[in-house]
């Protein structure tokens, strides 16, 4: 099976920007799609990204459209979430989630998920 492995959380002021990792290992991901998904304090997990893993699709909360970008680096079985101009609502803990088809924005479509990485946006 597919194993997924979060990096590059951590504190950082509100303006500024972080860059998440998402480490693929396993089986190969072909078709896959890849999502970031984040879930704060007493919230719901709720979808952030998503994309095709070949790069043709890309979809984008509406509440990070314009400062959050996702990409993928096919060679290193990776998926980025690159975060710009983050607000205090950002906190929460980012998870990386793939499923063999179409980039969807429910979590409990995605088959394999991450141990997430915590990212704190300070005032």
Known sequence: QVQLAESGGGLVQAGGSLRLSCAASGRTFGS???GWFRQASGKEREFVAGISWSGARL???ESVKGRFSISTD???N???LQMNSLKPED???YYCAARASSVVVTATQ???WGQGTQVT???
């Open 121 to 123: 946006v300070s005032t």
């Open 59 to 61: 979809y984008y909360a």
């Open 91 to 93: 906190t929460a803990v």
């Open 78 to 80: 990776t998926v980025y």
């Open 32 to 34: 896959y799609a890849m």
């Open 74 to 76: 096919n060679a290193k």
């Open 110 to 112: 995605y088959d394999y």
